[in-house]
């Protein structure tokens, strides 16, 4: 009698309710939810115009998202899980992602306010968006839902927002839709916050910025700048005079390290010195210079340096002796920066000298207080094993950098001083950041909301921009006392005549265009990005999988012959007998609900599929002898209404 032991069971996972809204993973690693898969198939096709008003729907910064966006819906990107493997089936490497930010460039470049009136641009997002951008996104879904009668908008109260960056522009924005007159109250002599004086003008140009800013505007939102709140307008008086508050001031304060000879000249915070290069207040910097920092931000700060030291050679024409040297020393190692690749490959193209797994201990200073370097320890180990940041240091292991100027990049804090007056009853979670409600954005004061950094810590520019947008339906709902309801509705559609781009499963990643190296330092404002022209677009685009489309297989049609599993190109399919499989709960309520009896479960047949590997490229359903086999496209769409 054999005593083996019996063959393990496959474990798979059965499909649920919403599984293809996850299958478009770009749309649902979006904070806005931006249906990115369906303005890359409009570029594909040649649809510029539509690919433009898809991507704008649900975000008011579409255009800038084009350039400097931290494009989370590439990380996700399902191009990227897609095995390669050699003409014998090997595995080679994993593809990558599509390049959906160039992309977005690109559409936005061609219709959005950085080719065409602001004016010109709103009407034709108020007009076409709605029918465009059928996917779940709020702007095109409250459009619909107003003109049905379904959403009825607020009566013009007005609404104070402090601070004038991308949260509190994307509320201002939403508001105005929903009916609000917003007023932003902005402490600098310009709108966009960070945007503005934080982003080198070489990684997002100025008229950009105030071309995106007056879209905004447009729509009615008032945007007062230079007033500080707290000292030009108390905030108790905002409270008085507007139906609510939103608190939306970022981080924008450098954090200092607490160092020996950190306090003194020629030491910087990293935002403030990007702040005073912006307003064209560049603050005196040497030739030997360090950045300590990881991040975008110190790569911001370390390639600014660079073209600001450029900019002076070029002023006085004198060939600078000794040298210039600028270094980014970081705690991290290579692998571990938190900084975009794409920042470090240009930062080191341009001459940024990188030092990692070091952190600093002291700026030394001479006698007479100038600096004259920095002392630093190996950092043995940044993160934990549960990846928590708990640095080791190695106290043995020292070094010291020469230089006569430091800045520091290594994070940042709000200032709520203004709340001394009229905002006490605000709680603080931790001493300068406020106690929020994570569902609907509300502080422990009436009326008072925060958006942004304040609600979620520091993160990526679509985030704050989808908080924005997430604190103002409170505010509606707080200020009108309606409830606001989506609706959300799914249709599968056959695609009777589906085909892909010829040889779109073999394209590799199209490189997106820069400026030549020489070129980059010639001037402060020279974009390094160029972006794509309409050919390089199309090619680029052509490579997304349409994870909205996937093949649908119909059990009562199918002949079990395999020839769908022996045509499929990334052997994605997989025929095997229900009894090899791990029993589940899951498992079995869809066999009952597809065979109705569980003594037949056994003896039949199940075909499996591997998401990570399928292409969408239907040869299955053109192989299959019994039609068995349709491409469907899954469409969302939603509105709202008042529950």
């Given at each position: 009698m054999s005593t083996a032991p019996p063959a393990a069971r496959l474990r798979v996972e059965v499909p649920e309710d919403g599984y293809?809204?996850?299958?478009?993973a770009c749309q649902v690693a979006c904070p806005v939810h931006t249906d990115a898969r369906g303005y890359v198939r409009a570029i594909a096709e040649g649809r510029f115009e539509e690919a433009y008003?898809?991507?704008?729907?649900?975000?008011?910064?579409?255009s800038i998202c084009g350039r400097i966006c931290g494009a989370p819906c590439e990380l996700d990107c399902r191009r990227g899980r897609v095995p390669r493997v050699d003409e014998d089936g090997n595995f080679v490497a994993q593809d990558r992602p599509i390049a959906i930010r160039a992309l977005k460039r690109f559409a936005c470049g061609l219709h959005g306010p950085e080719a065409n009136p602001p004016q010109e641009v709103l009407a034709r997002v108020r007009e076409h968006v709605p029918d465009v951008a059928a996917g779940a996104e709020e702007m095109a879904a409250l459009l619909r839902s107003r003109v049905a009668g379904k959403f009825v908008p607020a009566s013009g109260e007005s609404v104070a927002i402090v601070g004038a960056g991308p949260a509190g522009l994307a509320a201002a924005h939403d508001l105005a839709l929903l009916g609000f007159r917003p007023i932003v109250y902005e402490s600098e002599p310009v709108a966009a916050g960070m945007l503005a004086l934080g982003v080198p003008a070489y990684r997002l140009p100025r008229e950009l910025i105030r071309r995106e800013v007056a879209v905004i505007e447009a729509l009615g939102v008032e945007i007062r700048c230079n007033t500080t709140v707290g000292k030009d307008v108390p905030f108790a008086e905002l409270r008085r005079r507007h139906a609510a508050v939103v608190i939306a001031v970022g981080a924008k304060s450098?954090?200092?390290l607490g160092i020996p000879g950190e306090r003194g000249p020629q030491v910087y915070g990293g935002v403030d010195f990007l702040r005073a290069v912006a307003l064209g207040q560049p603050l005196e910097v040497g030739r030997q210079v360090v950045v300590i920092g990881g991040g975008n931000v110190a790569y911001d700060v370390a390639r600014t340096v660079l073209r600001q030291i450029a900019l002076d050679?070029?002023?006085?024409?004198?060939r600078l002796s000794g040298g210039i040297r600028v270094r980014l020393v970081s705690l991290e190692g290579l692998e571990e920066m938190p900084a975009d690749t794409v920042e470090i490959r240009e930062g080191d193209e341009e001459g940024v000298e990188r030092i990692n797994g070091w952190g600093p201990l002291e700026v030394q200073r001479t006698p007479g207080g100038a600096v004259s370097g920095v002392r630093f320890r190996r950092c043995a180990r940044v993160y934990d094993e549960n990846r928590r940041f708990a640095p080791i240091f190695d106290d043995q292991d020292l070094r010291t950098v020469p230089c006569d100027t430091v800045l520091m990049a290594v994070g940042q804090a709000p200032d709520l001083s203004f709340l001394s007056d009229g905002g006490s009853d605000v709680a603080e979670l931790r001493p300068g950041w406020p106690k929020v409600d994570p569902?609907?954005?509300a502080t422990?004061?009436?009326?008072v909301f925060v958006a942004g950094d304040l609600a979620h810590g520091t993160r990526l520019l679509i985030d704050a921009v989808a908080s924005g947008k997430r604190v103002a339906r409170s505010v509606y709902e707080h200020v009108t006392t309606r409830t606001l309801r989506t609706d959300a509705v799914t249709a599968h559609v056959t695609l009777e005549r589906y085909v892909r781009e010829r040889g779109y499963e073999a394209r590799r990643r199209l490189a997106v265009?820069?400026?030549?190296?020489?070129?980059?330092l010639a001037g402060a404002e020279r974009e390094v990005e160029l972006g794509y022209d309409a050919e390089q677009?199309?090619?680029?685009a052509s490579r997304c999988l349409d994870c909205g489309v996937a093949p649908v297989f119909d059990g009562e049609r199918c002949l079990l012959c395999g020839g769908c599993v022996d045509v499929c190109p990334t052997q994605c399919l997989k025929l095997v007998a229900l009894s090899e499989l791990e029993h589940t709960d899951a498992l079995g309520a869809a066999v009952r609900g597809s065979l109705g009896l569980e003594a037949e479960a056994e003896e039949s047949t199940a075909i499996l599929k591997d998401e990570d590997r399928c292409i969408r490229c239907a040869l299955c359903a053109w192989r299959c002898p019994a039609d068995a086999i349709a491409m469907e496209r899954v469409t969302f769409s939603t509105t709202w209404s008042h529950a």
């Open positions: 293809h809204r996850g299958l478009i008003l898809i991507a704008r729907g649900p975000n008011p910064f579409a450098s954090r200092a050679v070029a002023r006085t024409a004198v569902r609907t954005l422990s004061a009436p009326g265009p820069t400026l030549a190296r020489e070129q980059r677009a199309m090619r680029e």
